[in-house]
C-alpha cells in the first residue's frame, strides 16, 4: 500500500524536504503547509519547504507559510533523505528544486494531474481527486494521522481554491466530505474565502481589468484570450515581482459565448506561458502538443516564442484539435 510506504518513509527519514510548484497556487501552497504541520504533529519531525517561485501575498494567511525557504536559500548540494513533490505534474515544473529531487535517497510524487508520468520512487496520483490536498485527506484518514486546526486550514485552502470555491467540475462527493470534515476541526471557510477571494489589491483589480478589456474575441467569440505583456505587469506591480495574472483566465471563460479561453504571458523575449480553461473542451491535449499538460478544463504550458507568435500556436492547434 502506496500510504504505508510513505509511512515508513517519513519514520526512516532523518532530513525531509517539501516542494511545491512554480508560479504556486492555493493547492500546492496549501498541501505543502498541511503536510509539513502533519509530519510535524505526528512524527514530531522538522521538514524544510521550499519554494520555486515568488508566493502571492494572498496566501500569506497560511500557517506556516512564512517557514518556506526560496530556493535560492537551500543548498542545492545537500542530499536529503526524502523530497517529497506536491502538486507537480511534470518535473520541471519545481524549476531549481529538481536537483535535490534527483539527488535525495527517497523521492516521493503526490499529485492529482492525470497528465502526470509518475515520476517519483513512489507515487500518489489519483487524477479523480479535486487537489492535491484531497489526497492528503485521505493519506492522513488512512494512515490515522491527527489533523491540527492549523492543518485543517492549509488542506480546505487547498480544496477550496482548487475547485473554484466547489463550483468546478472537478468538485466530487469525496471532496465535500472531506472538506467538511476539516470543517468540523476548526476551519472558517468564511474567513478563507475572504481572503483567498475577496481581498484582492487596487493594483491587481486594475491590471486584469487592463487585460479583460484588450481581450480578443475569435471564432464567432467561442474563442476569448488576452496577452499579458512583462512591461504592462511591472508597471501595474510596481516591478515588486507579483503575479497579477491569477484569475485572468477564469474571468474570460466566464463570458456567455466562450467555450475555450487563454491567457498568454510572457516571461521573457523568447518564452511565453499559457493558461487555458474551457466549460467542455479538452484543452489538456491542447496543452500537451508543447510539452505542458493538466486537466481536461484547465491546463497550461510554457512554450518558446514570443507571446504573438505563441497565440498564432494555439489557435492553429485549436484548430487542428477540431475543438471549436
Known amino acids: 500500500m502506496v500510504t504505508q510506504q510513505l509511512d515508513n518513509s517519513i519514520k526512516d527519514s532523518k532530513n525531509i ?9 492555493g493547492d500546492t501552497l496549501g498541501s505543502m503547509c498541511g503536510l509539513y504541520s502533519l509530519i510535524k504533529n505526528n512524527y514530531k519531525k522538522h521538514c524544510d519547504m521550499a519554494a520555486v517561485s ?3 501575498s494572498t496566501f500569506s494567511f497560511l500557517p506556516y507559510i512564512n517557514q518556506v525557504k526560496n530556493i535560492s536559500e537551500i543548498d542545492l548540494s545537500r542530499e536529503y533523505d526524502l523530497v517529497i513533490n506536491l502538486d507537480i505534474a511534470t518535473p520541471d515544473r519545481c ?28 507515487n500518489i496520483i489519483q487524477p479523480e481527486a479535486a487537489a492535491t490536498a484531497e489526497i492528503l485527506c485521505e493519506v492522513a484518514e488512512k494512515l490515522q494521522w491527527d489533523i491540527s486546526t492549523d492543518a485543517a486550514i492549509c488542506l480546505y485552502t487547498g480544496i477550496m481554491t482548487d475547485t473554484g470555491c466547489f463550483k468546478f467540475s472537478n468538485t466530487r462527493q469525496k471532496t465535500m466530505e472531506y472538506s467538511g470534515k476539516l470543517l468540523a476541526l476548526g476551519v472558517n471557510s468564511a474567513d478563507i474565502y475572504q481572503k483567498c477571494y475577496e481581498t484582492s489589491s487596487k493594483e491587481m483589480v486594475l491590471f486584469q481589468s487592463f487585460c479583460v478589456n484588450k481581450a480578443q474575441f475569435v471564432n464567432d467569440d467561442k474563442i476569448a484570450y488576452t496577452i499579458v505583456y512583462k512591461k504592462d505587469l511591472e508597471k501595474f506591480n510596481n516591478g515588486k515581482g507579483e503575479d497579477f495574472t491569477d484569475g485572468l483566465t477564469e474571468k474570460l471563460r466566464a463570458i456567455a459565448t466562450t467555450e475555450i ?3 498568454v504571458k510572457e516571461l521573457n523575449t523568447t518564452t511565453s506561458k499559457v493558461s487555458m480553461r474551457s466549460r467542455t473542451k479538452d484543452i489538456a491535449q491542447v ?8 486537466h481536461k478544463l484547465a491546463a ?21 484539435k477540431n475543438l471549436c
Open 54 to 56: 515568488d508566493i502571492p
Open 300 to 320: 497550461g504550458a510554457v512554450i518558446k516564442g514570443n507571446p504573438t507568435h505563441v497565440v498564432k500556436q494555439i489557435l492553429r492547434e485549436i484548430q487542428n
Open 95 to 122: 524549476a531549481d528544486a529538481i536537483i535535490l529531487f534527483q539527488k535525495a535517497k527517497m523521492t516521493v510524487n503526490v499529485d492529482h494531474h492525470e497528465t502526470n508520468s509518475g515520476y517519483g520512487k513512489l
Open 287 to 294: 496543452c500537451a502538443a508543447f510539452g505542458g499538460g493538466g
Open 261 to 263: 479561453a487563454f491567457v
Open 17 to 25: 524536504l517539501i516542494v511545491s510548484h512554480i508560479n504556486p497556487d
